[in-house]
């Protein structure tokens, strides 16, 4: 049975004219957004860094304009023209152009492309799934190739760095889970109790941490996922144990890295970019399944920070491009 779409509805709408950069909660109705053989009711999306970029112009993500915030969506099928989904189903997707090149997640109603939706896995909630959103599916991406390229929890510490960030608090929860020992670094000394309770063994400030510049530092980590990059990825580089892997997944302290080879040809360190809005369907297949079973974040309660309605977005994005972030912030339609 096809659920009626209502004539209008509310969605956070990024307008980039004459008028000059601005966002906020527009009325639209369902054929001024992007088209799509799926319509979904929306339940929830959440707060990633690149929303905070979007929302305020901070970074060139929305292609064109008007265009809706929010790279994460979860909902339940009001309409479909795919066989692959009927009225009902729970759905979710992540990146895959969401508020770059199509309409995004932040509308009471939105019209998606079947090739990338995925049905919710038994075992998550919408809400758990928003949780989690591109932050901890780019969490678990990164453990996922760290552990095809051999990763073992046996090699050693793992580093967590923007540890109480959305990829960061997530990682040190899905790593502890799937028994890893893991060290955090953060620039909130005052959070060190709340990354120890989510599973950090370690927490180092990153105001106290220097590195050397040698091009090879005595081997601390077995591993690391990082979503600082810049100065911090190219000294961590320089401190892992051999045959060890760096996932590379973010650029919250700079976009530079400027490093040497010693630590990929002396001791074997992959370095291994992470790029989750592009990832593709079978490898999306792979884990978010795991996310609901063994990789599930036992801690998504203290992850969840605050439940905010579109309203409260425009206030969210400038504390979050500060570094202001404590765990995720899920946003419910
Ligand atoms: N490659 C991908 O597919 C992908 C997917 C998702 C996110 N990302 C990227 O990953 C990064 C984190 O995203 P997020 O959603 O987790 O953001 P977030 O929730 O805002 O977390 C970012 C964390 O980084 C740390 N940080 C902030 N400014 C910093 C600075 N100047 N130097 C060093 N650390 C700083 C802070 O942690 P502490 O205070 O604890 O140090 C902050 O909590 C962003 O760059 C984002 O674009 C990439």
Redesign the pocket.
Known sequence: MTEQVPASFRAFRIHNDDQGYRAGVDTVGIDELSAGDVTIKVSYSG????D??AGTGKGKICRSFPMNGGIDVAGTVVASGSNRFQSGDEVLVT?CGLSETRDGGYSEYLRLDSNWIMPLPDGLSALDAMTIG??G??AA?SLYRMEISGQKPDQGPILV?????????IAIDILSRAGYEVH?????EE?FGW?AALGATECIS?HQLEWSGRPLESARWAGCID????D?LAGICTAIKPWGNVA???????IGLKTTVMPFIIRGVSLI?????L?PYPIREAIWPRLANEWKPGKLDMIRNRIVGLDELDGIFGG?????????VVVKL
């Open positions: 707060i990633n860094y690149k905070a970029l990146g591109t932050a599916f780019t991406m760095t923007g540890a109480t960030g959305g990829v960061g608090s955090a670094i953060s620039g909130k959070q990354l990153r979503s600082v990059g810049g911090m590379a997944c973010g650029l919250a302290g700079g970019g992470i790029d989750s809005p990832c979050m491009l500060e570094g202001q972030s404590l765990g995720r």
